[in-house]
């Protein structure tokens, strides 16, 4: 009994991004036909005469064997981790009453500087009031990945006596049925006194003030 075969050019194409590693690497390919996934050598034969192992996309012959017939065609892409980046130019920074974004950022590879929305992209959290912000750099074109980096935003406030607070915020810890909670303070790295507000306002009497009781 002669069978027609399977029209391959039916089949759908999965492939994995590759990181580059520096050496040789082979796709990372799953086909489906009908809902059935085929197997290599069985179903299939991939052309992997260009080598693949710099940065960047390759295109890859895929061509049915034995049961079916015809040849695909898909697109392998190579890319960088960008947690393999150096980063310069993060640091802490004093509340200013506007957003804080870092415009002297240097992110390299082994020396190579890479450029910000070809290479990757910046993005923040929490980068306008006194406290814990973060600074997100994703991969981008030829990268892939995320790094996130912290940094503090300190408030400062001139007392009477023309000394300067500057205050790291710590966040509340909200109460359990059984575990005590704490509020919102803030600490001055100068004169070591807390304050309940990043105004350095309202200073904290006793640690005991900012307990706040289980509630079970």
Not at 8 to 29: H, K, N, Q, R, W
Not at 34 to 40: A, M, R, S, T, V
């Amino acid at each position: 009994v002669n069978l027609v075969p399977r029209d391959f050019t039916e089949a759908v194409v999965e492939a994995d991004t590759l990181l580059y590693t520096g050496e040789y690497l082979l796709p990372s390919i799953a086909i489906w036909y009908q809902g059935e996934e085929l197997i290599e050598g069985k179903d299939y034969i991939v052309d992997y005469s260009m080598p693949i192992v710099d940065v960047g996309e390759y295109e890859v012959i895929i061509q049915g064997i034995y049961h079916y017939s015809g040849e695909i065609s898909t697109t392998i892409s190579v890319k960088r981790t960008i947690s393999d980046c150096d980063i310069l130019g993060i640091s802490d920074r004093i509340f200013s009453n506007e957003s804080i974004v870092f415009e002297n950022l240097a992110i390299s590879i082994n020396e190579v500087m890479l450029t910000e929305n070809v290479d990757y992209k910046v993005n923040y959290e929490n980068n306008f009031n006194p406290g814990i912000a973060k600074v997100i750099i994703s991969g981008y074109g030829n990268y892939t990945g995320e790094i996130v980096k912290e940094f503090c935003i300190y408030c400062t406030r001139i007392d009477e006596n023309g000394n300067s607070h500057v205050l790291k915020r710590t966040d509340a810890v909200a109460a359990t049925c059984e575990e005590e909670g704490c509020k919102e303070f803030y600490t001055c790295s100068v004169c070591d006194n807390m304050f309940l507000d990043k105004h350095a306002q309202m200073e904290v009497e006793s640690i005991y003030n900012l307990i706040i009781q289980p509630i079970g």
